[in-house]
Each structure stands twice: as C-alpha cells, then as structure tokens.
C-alpha cells in the first residue's frame, strides 16, 4: 500500500532527490492556460462564460452570484455545521488579529528618520477551490486574515456546480455570507485567475489572488504573476509526520489517511527511526483505509510516488530529513515533541504531539490551513495578515541631516557613475560641497 525508503547510514547529500514528491508539471500546463488568460484578456466575462460551460458543464448568464443566493445559502445551513464555522472564524480571527504590524519610526540621524508604514492592498481575489471536496474552510483562511490586514475591497470566486444550478456550493456561499462577503463569482481554473487579473465587465481587475488550487490555477498564476500579486503556486496537500518508537501507530496511521483524502496525488510520508512503528503503521493503514468512505482515492495517494515511510538512523537523522522535504504539514510525534519541533527549520505549520494534528490546522486551530507545497516551506510561509500588507518606507529629513549626508551620497553616486544623483543633492544648497 506505501513504498519505503531506507537511509538508514550517511544520508546522501541531495535529499530532495530522493525524498518522495508528488509530480506538479506546472510548466506543461501553462502552455494550456496562456490562451484561456489572452482570451479572458481580450473578451473579459463572456470568455469566462465560455469556458465555465466548456469545463464545468454550466451555462451562466452571469458569472456574479446574486447576494440574496449568498444570504439564502446561510439561512439553509445545516445549524451544526453553521456552529462549527462560527468558532474557526473566531479562532482563526483571533491568532491573525495579532499578526497585524503597527508603523515603526526610526530615528537614523538627528533630523533623519525612516517610518515602516503597514498599508493593505485595495483588492483582493481569493480563490476557493472545488471539485471532489467542499471548503467552506478556505472561505475562511482566505477572508479572515485580508478582513484582520485592512483589505477594503474582497471578492471570492469558486467553480460552479452543475448540481447547484450553476452556482458555487451552498455551503461555501454560507461561509461567505457568515463573514460578510456579499461579492461572490461562480468561476474557477485559469480562467478565474485571469478574471482578477484583468478585471471583466462583470469583475473589476484585483490587485492580488491568493488561495489554493489545481496545476491549471497554479500555472495561471505563474503566467500572470506581475500582472496581479499572487501568494503561492499551490499543489497537492502534504503530510509529513517525524515519529520515533514512542509513537501510536493508530494516530500515525490516521493523520496520514486524513490528508490523503483530498486527493490522488496527496502525499503522506511517514519518517522514523522505529523500523516496529514502520510496520505496525502499515498495519493500521490496510485495516483503517478499508474502514474509510473514500478508500480508493486515499490508496491511490499512498500507493502513488509521493508518499512513503523513510526510515533513518534516529531522530537527529529524522529532522534533517523533514527539513530538506519542508513539508506543507508536519507532526512531531516523538518523545520531547516541543523541542524536536523546535529545531525544525522548514516546514508550512508544526504540529506537536498526539493532541495537534493536522486534521485540526485544517479547521479550529487558529492558525492557516493556506500553506507552501513541492518544498517551497524552505522559502515561504503560510497565508497571513502579512500576505495582504505592503510595508513602505517614509523618509522625513530635515536640511541639516541632509546636509551631513550629502558628501558621502556624492562619493558614491560618483563611484557608480551617477554624478546627476549627488547633483541633485548639492542643487538644494547654495554652497559646493568639499570633496
């Protein structure tokens, strides 16, 4: 059912090489999308249309979802499930209402100060994906944290239904209309994308896209990127857990099953230096993925190149394994849990112990389930308030700090070659500056 990888002695020096991965042909599927981005460039909502109907299956006259659906979806909502997203809001408001930074003023010299000021962007457009899952979820990540950073203007879209007459699904419309977001489209892959790049008759251009989705959004996002800001190029969904012997295997076994679900090409890796774990998890996966509503996705995934069980030395070995795979999830299930956790250097979100897996980031942790895939964690963080703020410098300085600098920015202005750049220094002066 999952592959192993024995490193067991010196661990070869390209890690990444070696590591299980899921394959993500970006580069293959941006020559897909190019056309569908120039055409939604050149025709705007009735390019978008046409391409709903051509990969959805439904005919909209308008991609726009009417705000009385949005609020009808709401006043539907099973009351268990509405309860549920009520306390993620509020959790996942709660961790990102303190991540939002207050401008900082620095005195540099006498006279000469620089402020870091926090300002949000104007518009936003977050993606929520769909096709074999719903995720009311995302609604959450993506709006929460762009609503805590200031963001003024915020649009969702989500591929159309054809079961739902065309629209998003309902429950995603209901976690919209929980949060406040009245400004909703039925429209999904590149062409989504493009629509919040260029802006359509019926959506007006964003100044950002963020949210997770298939290779064809990711590869929208590539191409575009420039043309709108973008968060990540996000793939499948990653889990990798560090174990030793101290772990259980049912909790093991469950966590990987549990991210498997979402898709074919999820990867689920197990990494430990309990050669017993290894097995008795193999165990649990046959006897656990036989019991689940989706086991034959979730074998697929773990069957599939991008998962496997890696054993090592120890946990020292361990560690530097996860930090080359920097996995979107990591769980740390050994003994000492917060401080191997706290050694790891790469990874999208930590999860420690038996009581922090990834199942709860997913919904009512507080933190973000948005997360950097294919090893980006090494580079990139998670969706946050920071993902939605510009930090611009203002610099204030009065005649005489100017004064003080002026020879020294002469000096190198003329080591570079740029002599009109200290001229336009001495030019505030009526006196030459001393060389």
Known sequence: MISRIDLRGPLPGELRTVLPRAELDVEAALEKVRPICDDVRHRGAEAVREYTKAFDGVELRSTRVPVPEIHRALAELDPKVRDALEECVRRTRVVHRAQRRTDVTTQVVPGGTVTERWIPVGRVGLYVPGGRAVYPSSVVMNVVPAQEAGVGSL????????????????????????????????????????????????????????????????????????????????????????????????????DLISQAEHDVLAAAVLVTDSPELADAVETELKAQVARTKHSERITEALAGRQSGIVLVDDVEAGLTVVDAYAAEHLEIHTADAAAV???????????????????????????????????????????????????????????????????????????????????????????????
């Not at 600098?405 to 080591?415: D, P, S």
Request: with cysteine.
């Open 155 to 254: 649009a969702v879209t989500s591929p159309p239904q054809a079961e739902f007459g065309g629209r998003p699904h309902p429950t995603i419309l209901a976690a919209c209309a929980l949060l406040g977001v009245d400004e909703v489209y039925a429209a999904g892959g590149a062409q989504a994308v493009a629509m919040f790049a260029h802006g359509t008759a019926e959506c007006p251009r964003a100044d950002l896209v963020t949210g997770p989705g298939n290779v064809y959004v990711a590869a929208a996002k590539r191409l575009l990127k420039g043309v709108i800001g973008i968060d990540a190029e996000a793939g499948p969904t990653e889990i990798a857990i560090l174990a030793d012997g101290t772990a259980d295997a049912v909790d093991v076994a469950a």
């Open 341 to 435: 956790a706290a050694r790891v250097r790469n990874a999208g979100a930590i999860f420690v112990g038996r009581h922090a897996p990834v199942s709860l980031g997913d919904y009512l942790a507080g933190s973000n389930h948005v997360l950097p895939t294919g090893g980006c964690a090494c580079h990139s963080g998670g969706l946050s308030v920071q993902s939605f703020l510009r930090g611009v410098h203002v610099v204030e300085y009065d005649r005489d700090a100017l004064a003080a600098a002026t020879g020294r920015v002469v000096a190198l202005a003329e080591a570079e070659d740029l002599p009109a750049h200290g001229a336009a220094l001495k030019a505030r002066f009526d006196w030459e500056i001393p060389s």
